[in-house]
């Protein structure tokens, strides 16, 4: 396991050495400079400033100092944010969007396994229609715009939660609501199918014949089984909602990284470009190695396999 | 095992091609501004009434502050906040005059070269040190040096302060700046060549003076935090949580504190309009700045301001085209667009048409007082007939029967609609076909430079009160004509306004007059399309802000609460 955990690791920072090259070359063919006022600079002031920031010297070479600031931890420091660091921008950043991402994945991967869970065992009763309907609009109509409405009705009209900005856990409530609804449709879609096809297989028909009773059947056989295809489909949800999201970050006045990621971009501020892309790389290849760990503790089989390589 | 690495690798792949291809959307896609400007006029209401009630404003602002150094700062929210919290040599007042501030007053030498500036003796920063004629001269070379990375140092100052092109581009070392602190409060500037404008730069963030122990001691850290600044002006600043928000409390030790009457300010950074609009309507801020479908929204409430600024857009048309190069075809392409509907339709925001190359409530007669705008009055109209005509004439001239012509514009939803819009107009013009481009801000100023468009919406914003911001652009092989144009009788005149006339205000500001209707009603080099104006809903007891043409958008030295 060790050893497996080891190689997993090692491919890793191939993986992250690689996309840093491929988003470097990548970012150096976008059009125009991080200057601000590249539309009222001269061409010598303009070469002057580039100059001392290494922004003349050839790609190849501007790549190699920029791995070999990597090497030792330095991302480099914000064009936009004039000797910012980039570290401590991502730093303060992922805080409010990680905080958000959390509490909407928790709640809402919980609230969508028991929709699942009732529609599956309520099949084609109300309660699986109603359900179902819950998840249907959960995923087919955007965040923002429940965003949206909960600002207004809940936030404005009610006066029940902060409209919007940022600071006690009060403001985190509507943001969370309104970044769950995709958590939970997802989640309660897979819950039920895998329910269903769980509950009608050969082994809950055994567990039943032996006499365990309803709950044991659902919860100690069921469940666990349904939740390996949710574990695959967690991972990436996790990485997109712990990343920040833009719409809801820009709507409720979130101080996070959401929006940071696409600014970089339009400012040209390469530093950060190449931070938020790595760090996010990073996120995603570490989520994909947990969830496949995880698999070997939900089933027994996926550990086997594992152990006979 | 390799299986799963390879798509790993391929997910990766299709996430930073992701990141790449969103490049679009730029905020700025619409103009080449920079740093917020808008023409003088009181917010709020008149200062009729007093302070009563808790003196704390909470307002927002469209993004986090890039940073509190001035020699770096480029963007509005940065000299927002820079000209709150710190005096320059004068600042802008009411109606955009010029107010003493560090300086007392100042004696310009005969040949207009030689400013000398008295400071006042009771400015101190806010560790309590002095504010001298030395931290203008450190603050100024700094901005200047190579060495800092400054942008709007070199733009401000080369050919304006004497030696600043040699010095910004290494060639000479800094203390060779023509600024010299003659004792602690006697600063003695040496100009270039004589700049009309001079005082209305001594107010802009760039020109600030700074503590040079105490910038020297912050190093890398100088204007990042609350910490690591120091101001000498009418508020200070105490707390700063990046992209969350800042606290302004007053200066206590502020030479002119008895006239500030706000004791708080609190920002946050909202960048949604919906929600400011929420936030507002919910009581917990002050003022919101509205777009489009929020200003019919909001239209007749008394709380709607509009803010004209000076800021302009316009067609640029490209003379190296064939066409475009022949001036029949230009004025048929300014007479035939509706600016009325463009203003009122597509942007719907209190902005109006433009029908100059100077904004209107930019610049005023220097003895009379009268309008820049209103003296040289509408230079283009709208005739789709006449227009038609001309541009019949023009095909003719050419040879032609059919044109297409390539609409380079901003890719934000707004531009593209305008862009559709103008599409529309021009297109009633017979043979005339138009294929709009629409295209990020960087690759749209990568395009103009290398004049690789045929038109272009582009806009401007003044970095000096004077018309010389805008007219200087259309000089022969000025940095940012890129039309091809080039008059000799053009060049002479603003040759002459900036130097035979230099010291003669009336002359030069009739000759301004003569330079802008050569460019648009003889040449037709642009066709002006409008001035752009931001509507805001002011709570009803905020008074005393004062909305600035540059530099700062709003002046608080002087706003009140008044909740009787």
Known sequence: MARYIFQRVLYMFLTLVLIATFSFFLMKMLPGTPLTMEDKLSETQKEIILEKYGLDDPVPIQYLKYMAGLAQGDLGISFQFDNREVTDIILSRIGPSMQLGAQALLIGTALGMLLGLISAIYHNGFLDYSSTFVAVIGKSIPSFIFAGLLQYYVGLKLGWFPVALWGTWEHTVLPTIALAMFPIAIAARFMRTEMLEVLGSDFIQTARAKGVNKFGVVFKHGVRNALIPLVTVMGPLAISLMTGTLVIEKIFAVPGIGEQFVISITTNDFPIIMGTTLFFSFFFVFIILVIDLLYGIIDPRIRLAEGEK | ?564
């Open chain 2, 1 to 564: 095992m390799r299986k799963t690495n390879w798509l790993l690798l391929g997910l990766a792949l299709v996430l930073s091609m992701f990141l790449v291809a969103c490049s679009g959307g730029s905020d700025n896609a619409d103009g080449g501004d920079t740093g917020g400007e808008k023409s003088g006029e009181k917010s709020g209401e008149a200062a009729e009434g007093e302070p009563s009630g808790e003196q704390v404003l909470n307002i927002t602002d469209s993004a986090e502050i890039p940073t509190m150094d001035p020699s770096l700062a480029t963007d509005a929210v940065a000299f927002q906040w820079l000209g709150s919290t710190m005096d320059g040599l004068y600042r802008l007042g009411e109606d955009a005059e010029l107010e003493p501030a560090i300086a007392k007053e100042h004696k310009v030498s005969e040949d207009a070269l030689t400013w000398t500036f008295t400071l006042r003796e009771d400015a101190t920063w806010t560790n309590g040190d002095p504010v001298t004629a030395h931290d203008f001269v450190f603050a100024w070379q700094r901005a200047v040096n190579p060495e800092t990375g400054s942008e709007y140092g070199p733009y401000m100052m080369n050919g304006v302060i004497k030696n600043a092109e040699a010095i910004s581009s290494g060639e000479m070392p800094v203390e060779e700046l023509g600024v010299k602190a003659v004792d602690d409060y006697t600063l003695e500037v040496q100009l270039e060549k004589p700049i009309p404008y001079f005082l209305s730069l001594t107010a802009f963030g760039t020109f600030l003076p700074l503590n040079q122990e105490f910038v020297e001691a912050q190093g890398d850290k100088f204007g990042l935090e609350a910490n690591t600044i120091l101001s000498n002006g009418p508020f200070k600043m105490t707390e700063w949580k990046h992209e969350e928000g800042w606290t302004l409390v007053k200066n206590e030790d502020y030479w002119d504190a008895e006239k500030v009457n706000l004791e708080k300010i609190n920002v946050s950074v909202v960048k949604e309009t919906s929600t400011r609009v929420n936030l507002y309507d919910s009581g917990e801020i002050d003022a919101a700045a509205l777009s489009g479908e929020f200003v019919q929204q909001k239209a007749g409430s008394d709380e709607l301001k509009v803010e004209e600024e000076p800021v302009l857009f316009y067609l640029k048309m490209n003379q190296q085209h064939e066409v475009l190069g022949n001036v029949n075809a230009r004025k048929a392409i300014q007479m035939v667009i509706n600016r009325e509907d463009l203003v009122n339709v597509i942007l719907a925001n209190g902005s109006i048409p433009a029908v100059g190359d100077i904004p209107q409530n930019f610049v005023k007669h220097p003895e009379t007082g009268e309008d820049f705008r209103e003296i040289n009055g509408p230079l283009i109209e709208t005739n789709v007939e006449k227009a038609k005509e001309l541009w019949a004439k023009a095909l003719e001239e050419i040879g032609k029967d059919t044109v297409n012509l390539e609409l380079l514009g901003g890719d934000s939803e707004v531009a593209k609609e305008m862009d559709a819009y103008l599409k529309a107009q021009l297109e009633q013009l017979e043979g005339l076909t138009v294929t709009v481009k629409p295209v990020p801000f960087k690759e749209r100023l990568r395009l103009d430079t290398s004049m690789e468009y045929e038109l272009q919406n582009a806009g401007w914003g003044p970095d000096y009160i004077d018309p010389n911001t805008f007219l200087n652009l259309w000089v022969t092989d000025g940095g940012n004509n890129k039309t091809g144009y080039s008059s000799e009788e053009y060049d002479a005149l603003i040759e002459k306004a900036n130097n035979e006339y230099a010291t003669q205000p009336v002359k030069r500001f009739e000759t301004f007059l003569e330079a802008e209707k050569m460019l648009i009603q003889e040449d037709a080099v642009i066709a002006p399309l409008y001035q752009r104006a931001v509507a805001k809903l002011w709570k009803p007891y905020v008074k005393g802000v004062i909305t600035n043409p540059m530099g700062p958008d709003y002046t608080y030295k002087y706003a009140y609460i008044d909740k009787k």
